[in-house]
C-alpha cells in the first residue's frame, strides 16, 4: 500500500458525459501527478500540481482538468467523453517536486467509456 | 512522446533464473528510475539510479547506467513467481517539470 488513495476504483459511463476522479496523496506530500495509461499510448503524464498550483503539463487534453484543494487532494476532471478515454488512470504523491523525489503511486481509476 | 524504450518487450523465464531488461533513452537525464507494475495496479518504485552512478544494487535487484550510451538495464537475480509483472524505466520530462516519462515497458512472466 503506497499510501495514495484514489477513488472511484472503476467508472463506467457513456460517451459525452462527464465525469471526476479524486485523489488523495500520501499524508505529507503536497506533489501531484496525474497520469493516463492506456494499450495504445502507454503511461502519459497529463498534469501536475504543488501545493495547490498547476506546477506542469503534459498531454493533457483541453476536455481535461485538475485541481488540488487546501487539504492537497487532487481532482481530475474529463469531460465530453470519448471512447478512446478509456484508460487506467493513476494519481502520484511525492515530498516535493524535485527529480530525486520518488513518487508513490495509487492503485488506479479504470474509466471505461461506452 | 517515451523518452525511454525497454527491450525486450516480453521476457519468459523460470524461477530461479535471471532476467534483464534494457532501456534505451533519448536526452540527457539527472536520474533514471525503474518501476514495477502488476497486472492493472499502480506503479512501485523499485530504484533510482543517478547520472554519476554506475551500478545501484537494492536486494536482488541490480541496475546499470551507461550515459554515453543513453542506456539502462536492470537485473533481477533468482527470479521468483512473484517477480511476474511489466518493469518500466522513468526518466524525468524536462522542461515538464518532474513528472516522469516512461518507457512502454518489458513484461516479465515467471513461471515456476
Known amino acids: 500500500d503506497s499510501g495514495v488513495t484514489q477513488t472511484p476504483k472503476h467508472l463506467i459511463t457513456a460517451t459525452g458525459q462527464r465525469v471526476t476522479l479524486r485523489c488523495s496523496p500520501r499524508?505529507?506530500?503536497?506533489?501531484v501527478y496525474w497520469y493516463q495509461q492506456s494499450l495504445d499510448q502507454g503511461l502519459q503524464f497529463l498534469i501536475q500540481y504543488y501545493n495547490g498550483e498547476e506546477r506542469a503539463k503534459g498531454n493533457i487534453l483541453e476536455r481535461f482538468s485538475a485541481q488540488q484543494f487546501p487539504d492537497l487532494h487532487s481532482e481530475l476532471n474529463l469531460s465530453s467523453l470519448e471512447l478512446g478515454d478509456s484508460a487506467l488512470y493513476f494519481c502520484?504523491?511525492?515530498?516535493?517536486?524535485?527529480?530525486?523525489?520518488?513518487?508513490?503511486f495509487g492503485p488506479g481509476t479504470r474509466l471505461t467509456v461506452l | 512522446s517515451q523518452q525511454g524504450e525497454e527491450d525486450p518487450q516480453a521476457l519468459s523465464i523460470q524461477e530461479g533464473e535471471n532476467a534483464t531488461m534494457n532501456c534505451s533513452y533519448k536526452t540527457s537525464i539527472n536520474n533514471l528510475q525503474w518501476y514495477r507494475q502488476n497486472s492493472g495496479r499502480g506503479l512501485v518504485h523499485l530504484i533510482l539510479i543517478r547520472s554519476n552512478e554506475r551500478e545501484k544494487h537494492s536486494g536482488r535487484l541490480r541496475v546499470t547506467l551507461d550515459t554515453s550510451k543513453k542506456s539502462s538495464s536492470l537485473l533481477i537475480t533468482a527470479s521468483r513467481a512473484a517477480d511476474t509483472a511489466s518493469y518500466f524505466c522513468a526518466t524525468h520530462a524536462g522542461q515538464a517539470g518532474t513528472a516522469l516519462i516512461f518507457g512502454k515497458g518489458t513484461t516479465l512472466s515467471v513461471s515456476s
Open positions: 499524508s505529507g506530500d503536497l506533489s
Open positions: 502520484a504523491s511525492s515530498v516535493y517536486a524535485g527529480e530525486l523525489n520518488e513518487q508513490f
